[in-house]
C-alpha cells in the first residue's frame, strides 16, 4: 500500500510540474510581444505582398444529389435491391477486379459496381438504358448530344484523381437536371444505344478544360464561316480569228520595282501579324496544371460500323462536340463499357489515346469481363498445315462447348423506362436558361416562350479576351407572328440585317438597314414566287433606288431610278405628300424569244428634265453590236406658230441591218407616243415602290412594338382560345348529358299523371296503375302484330295482281318489262318472307315482354308495396 501511494504521489508532482511549465511557455510570447519594436510600413507592406502570394484551394462542391433531396420510398423496388442474377453479377465483378489487381498492381482500381441513389451497387452496365426516344429531333447522334449537353448542368467530381463513389440512374438525372459526367456519359450512351449507334461510356483522363467544361480558348462552332468551294471556271480557247489585244506600253522595270516594294509591304504587314498572333497565343496560353493526365473524365466512344458511320469518334457529352480518336484533350482510357459488357484497356496511354486501336474482339488489347459478347475475336492468320486429324477437331468443338457453358449473360438494366415530356423537352435548358462562355463569344440559350419578344438563342462575339468591346450580335428567335428568324447586329457599322421565314405579309426575306427612318441606306429582299410583281431586291439610299426582278411577263429584270433635291422643304418631307423628284430612270429586259432582237429592248433610259428617252435593242447572235435609238420630245413652235409634233431630227437611229418602214416620221412618233406613256407608268411604279417601302417600315415599327408569338393549335396549354373553346365545348357536352339523363322517360308517367304529384299512392291506385299498363302494353302488342299482318296481306295482293298482269299480257311484253317483272317478283318475295319472319317473331316474344313488364312492375318501388299480395 505504501508503494502505491508513493507512485500516486509521485505523477501528482509530475503532473503539477508540466502545468508551471505550459504557463510559463504560454506567458512567453506575450513577452515576447511586449518586447518587440513596432512594425514600419515597409514591413508591412512586405507582409501583404507575401500575403497575396499565398493561394488558398477551396475543395469542390460535392453533388447536389444527395439522400436528402432523393425520396427514396417513391422509387422503384429494383432501385433498392438486386436480384439474385446481378448478385452473382456483382461477385463475378469482384472476382475480375481481384484478379486485375493482382497481375496490375500499378493500375487504379476499376469502376465496377458504383453506389446508386439508394445506396445500393450495381453494375455499371446494368445503369445503361437503351431507350428510342419518340422525338425524331433526337434520333442522330448530334441533336441527342446537343440535347443533354443543353438539359443538364455540369456538377464536378467531388474528387478530379478519382471516379464517384455513386453513380445514379438516368431517370434521377432527368428529374433534377444536373450531374457530374459519368451520369451525362451515361445518359447519352443509352439515348445513343436505343438510336442504333455503337456507342460505350468511357472511363478515363481528360484535360483540364475538357473536365471543368472551360470552352474560354475554343471558338464558337456558330461564328466558324464554312469554306466557300471556289469553282473554277473553264477557260475557253481561243479563237482563230480573235482581234488580237493592243500592246503594253508601260515600262517593264516600273512594274518590277512596284512589285517588289508590294512585295517589302507584305512581307512586313505579315510579319506583324505573326507577332501579333504570337503575343495573343502568348496571352491565350493555359496555365500548366499540376494534375494534367490525372484528371478523371467520362466521355461516350462511337464506333464505326451502324448506322453507316464512317469512322469512330469520341463526344464530349459536356459540350456536345465531337472529337477524333487522335484529339490532344483525351490522355487515356481505363475502360469502357457497353449495356452488355465491360472491357479493360490493356493498352500503353503514354501517347495519349492517339494509338489505341478500338477493336473490342481482341483479348490482348481489351480484357473482357464476360464471355458472352457480341465482338467477334481477331482472324488469326492460318499458320497451321490444312491436314487435321479429326481429334483435334473434336477437342475444339468441346472447348467450345466448355466455353459457352462458363459464359454469363449481362444482367438487364434496373433502370426505369426513360421519359422525357414534352414540356422537358421543349423547355431544355434548366430554368429556361443556359449561357456558354467561349473564346471572345458568349451564347445565350431560352427555352421557347420564355422571352416574350420569342428570343430563343444569342450570341454575342467581343474584340477582346476579356469579352468587354462587343463586335457584333446574332439574335435567333422562334414563333414570331412576323416570321423573323435571324437578327444580325453589326456594332462597328451599326449595319442590322434581319431574315425572315416564308409567311411575311410583305413576303420580306431579308432586311438590312441601319436607320428605320425612310429614304436611309437599306436593302430589302423579297421572296418573289409570293410577290405578283416578282421582285426578288430593292436597294434603297438617299438619292437612289434599284429594284430587281424575274419571272415578269413583261421581261422587266432591272429598274434604277435617280432622285433630285425636293424643290419644297416642308417639316416632314415624305413620298407620299412630297415625292422626291425623279431625274433618271434606268430598265433593263430579259430577251424575249417571241420578237426579233432588233425590236426586242434591251435597255430602256428615261431621262425626264432633259425629255430625253434612250433605247438599246439586244443583239443578235450572229451580231457583235446592237441597234440603239434615242427620241427627243420638243415643246418648241415652228415659224407659223404651229406646235412640232415630230421632225427627223427628234429621233436618232442605229441600226445594224437598217429597215425602210423604220425611218418613216409615222412610225417614230407612234413609238415616241407609246415610250411617252411607258415613262408615265414607270414614274407611277417608282412612286408606288417609295409608298410600298413606308408601308413597310410602318409595318416593321409596329410588329416590333408588339413581337406578337404564334401558337399552335395543338399546344393546349398556351392557346387561350382553344382551350377556352374546348371547355365551352366540355361545358355544353356536360349540360346536354343532364339534359338527357333528366328527359329519360318514365314508362308510369302517362298513367300516374291523373293523380296528384309528389302524393304515394294508396292499394287500389296502385292496382288501378298496373292494370291500365299491363292493357296498353298488351294493346300495342296486338297493335303492332296487326300492322305486319296487315303488310303483310299488302303485298300478298300486290304480288296477285302483278301475277295475274304477268300472266294476261305474257306474250305481248318486251324484254324490259320482262326483266322489270323478275326484278319486281324477288324484291316481293323477299319483303314477304322478312314480314312473316317479323310477324313470327313477335308471336313468340310478346308473351315474354308481357311477363318481364309484369314482373318490372311488382319491383318498382313505387309499387312493390302495394303489390306484394299479388305475388
Given amino acids: ?128 438504358r437503351p431507350t428510342l426516344m419518340p422525338y425524331p429531333e433526337l434520333y442522330n447522334w448530334d441533336s441527342c448530344a446537343q440535347f443533354v449537353s443543353d438539359f443538364l448542368s455540369m456538377v464536378p467530381l467531388p474528387d478530379p484523381l478519382q471516379p464517384p463513389s455513386h453513380l445514379y440512374s438516368s431517370t434521377t438525372v432527368l428529374k433534377h437536371q444536373k450531374g457530374n459526367c459519368f451520369d451525362f456519359s451515361t445518359l447519352l450512351c443509352s439515348m445513343l444505344i436505343g438510336a442504333g449507334y455503337d456507342a460505350y461510356c468511357v472511363n478515363g483522363y481528360g484535360s483540364q478544360d475538357l473536365c471543368h467544361m472551360d470552352l474560354t480558348r475554343d471558338v464558337c462552332p456558330l461564328t466558324m464561316k464554312h469554306k466557300e468551294v471556289v469553282q473554277e471556271e473553264e477557260k475557253v480557247p481561243p479563237k482563230k480569228y480573235t482581234i488580237k489585244p493592243p500592246r503594253d506600253l508601260n515600262s517593264r522595270f516600273e512594274q518590277e520595282q512596284e512589285m517588289k516594294k508590294q512585295e517589302e509591304l507584305q512581307g512586313e504587314e505579315e510579319r506583324r501579324r505573326k507577332e501579333e498572333e504570337q503575343r495573343l497565343l502568348e496571352v ?69 489515346c492517339k494509338d489505341l486501336v478500338f477493336d473490342l474482339g481482341d483479348p490482348v488489347r481489351w480484357e473482357y469481363l464476360l464471355l458472352g459478347t457480341d465482338k467477334a475475336p481477331l482472324s488469326v492468320a492460318e499458320e497451321e498445315d490444312d491436314t487435321m486429324n479429326d481429334d483435334d477437331n473434336d477437342d475444339v468443338e468441346n472447348l467450345g462447348k466448355e466455353d459457352e457453358d462458363k459464359s454469363f449473360d449481362m444482367a438487364s438494366s434496373w433502370v426505369e423506362q426513360i421519359e422525357i415530356s414534352p414540356e422537358a423537352f421543349e423547355t431544355r435548358c434548366p430554368n429556361g436558361k443556359k449561357v456558354i462562355q467561349y473564346k471572345r463569344a458568349k451564347l445565350e440559350k431560352w427555352a421557347p416562350y420564355l422571352n416574350s419578344n420569342g428570343l430563343v438563342c444569342r450570341l454575342t462575339t467581343y474584340e477582346d479576351l476579356e469579352c468587354t468591346m462587343t463586335l457584333e450580335i446574332k439574335e435567333w428567335f422562334q414563333n414570331r407572328e412576323d416570321t423573323l428568324q435571324l437578327r444580325h447586329i453589326n456594332k462597328s457599322t451599326g449595319l442590322n440585317i434581319d431574315y425572315f421565314k416564308p409567311g411575311h405579309p410583305q413576303a420580306l426575306r431579308v432586311h438590312a438597314y441601319k436607320s428605320m427612318q425612310p429614304e436611309m441606306d437599306r436593302v430589302m429582299e423579297f421572296y418573289e414566287t409570293a410577290r405578283v410583281d416578282g421582285l426578288i431586291k430593292r436597294e434603297e439610299t438617299p438619292k437612289t433606288m434599284t429594284e430587281y426582278y424575274r419571272g415578269r411577263s413583261d421581261f422587266l429584270s432591272y429598274r434604277h431610278v435617280d432622285f433630285g433635291d425636293r424643290v419644297k422643304k416642308l417639316a416632314l418631307n415624305s413620298a407620299e405628300s412630297n415625292p422626291r423628284p425623279m431625274v433618271k430612270i434606268t430598265e433593263r429586259f430579259s430577251r424575249n424569244p417571241e420578237k426579233p432582237a432588233d425590236e426586242d429592248v434591251a435597255e430602256r433610259v428615261f431621262l425626264i428634265p432633259e425629255e430625253r428617252t434612250q433605247l438599246r435593242y439586244h443583239c443578235r447572235d450572229d451580231h457583235i453590236t446592237a441597234s440603239r435609238r434615242e427620241f427627243l420630245r420638243r415643246t418648241e413652235v415652228d415659224s407659223k406658230g404651229n406646235k412640232i409634233i415630230m421632225t427627223p431630227d427628234m429621233c436618232i437611229n442605229f441600226e445594224v441591218e437598217p429597215v425602210e418602214h423604220t425611218k418613216k416620221l409615222l412610225y417614230q412618233y407612234e413609238a415616241m407616243m407609246k415610250l411617252k406613256n411607258e415613262e408615265k407608268l414607270s414614274r407611277h411604279q417608282a412612286w408606288e415602290s417609295e409608298l410600298e417601302v413606308l408601308e413597310i417600315l410602318k409595318l416593321r415599327e409596329e410588329e416590333e412594338g408588339a413581337h406578337t408569338l404564334t401558337i399552335s393549335i395543338y399546344d393546349t396549354k398556351r392557346n387561350e382560345k382553344s382551350k377556352e373553346y374546348r371547355e365551352a365545348m366540355e361545358h355544353v357536352m356536360h349540360e346536354e348529358h343532364l339534359r338527357q339523363v ?27 296503375v298496373r292494370d291500365e299498363c299491363l292493357s296498353d302494353f298488351k294493346q300495342r ?88 299480395v299479388f305475388i
Wanted: include cysteine.
Fill in 781 to 868: 302488342l296486338i297493335d303492332k302484330a296487326n300492322l305486319i299482318q296487315a303488310r303483310f296481306e299488302k303485298e300478298t295482293q300486290e304480288l296477285q295482281k302483278q301475277q295475274q298482269w304477268y300472266q294476261e299480257n305474257q306474250v305481248t311484253l318486251t324484254a324490259e318489262d320482262k326483266a322489270w317483272y323478275l326484278s319486281y317478283y324477288s324484291q316481293a318475295v323477299f319483303r314477304m318472307r322478312i314480314l312473316e319472319q317479323r310477324l313470327n317473331r313477335h308471336r313468340e316474344l310478346a308473351p315474354l315482354k308481357y311477363l318481364a313488364l309484369e314482373e318490372k312492375l311488382h319491383k318498382d318501388p313505387r309499387l312493390v308495396e302495394f303489390l306484394e
Fill in 742 to 768: 333528366e328527359a329519360q322517360l318514365d314508362y308510369l308517367a302517362p298513367f300516374l299523371a291523373p293523380f296528384p304529384p309528389g302524393e304515394k299512392l294508396t292499394h287500389w291506385q296502385a292496382v288501378q
Fill in 284 to 352: 491565350e496560353k493555359a496555365k500548366t496544371d499540376p494534375l494534367h493526365g490525372l484528371r478523371v473524365h467520362s466521355w461516350v466512344l462511337v464506333l464505326s460500323g451502324k448506322r453507316e458511320m464512317p469512322e469512330s469518334f469520341y463526344i464530349d457529352p459536356f459540350t456536345a462536340r465531337s472529337y477524333s480518336t487522335q484529339d490532344d484533350h483525351f490522355l487515356g482510357i481505363e475502360s469502357l463499357w457497353n449495356h452488355k459488357n465491360y472491357w479493360v484497356n490493356m493498352q500503353d496511354c503514354w501517347n495519349g
Fill in 1 to 128: 500500500m505504501e508503494v502505491l501511494k508513493e507512485k500516486v504521489e509521485e505523477e501528482e508532482e509530475a503532473e503539477r510540474e508540466e502545468a508551471a511549465e505550459r504557463g510559463k511557455k504560454m506567458m512567453r510570447p506575450v513577452e515576447m510581444r511586449r518586447e518587440e519594436p513596432p512594425m514600419t510600413q515597409e514591413m508591412l507592406r512586405d507582409l501583404e505582398k507575401k500575403l497575396s502570394e499565398i493561394e488558398i484551394v477551396i475543395p469542390e462542391q460535392p453533388s447536389i444529389i444527395t439522400k436528402d433531396t432523393i425520396d427514396i420510398s417513391k422509387l422503384p423496388l429494383s432501385y433498392q435491391s438486386n436480384t439474385l442474377k446481378e448478385e452473382h453479377l456483382l461477385e463475378v465483378a469482384d472476382n475480375f477486379a481481384r484478379q486485375y489487381s493482382h497481375l496490375c498492381p500499378d493500375r487504379v482500381p476499376l469502376f465496377l459496381h458504383p453506389l446508386n441513389e439508394c445506396g445500393v451497387p450495381k453494375f455499371v452496365s446494368t445503369t445503361i
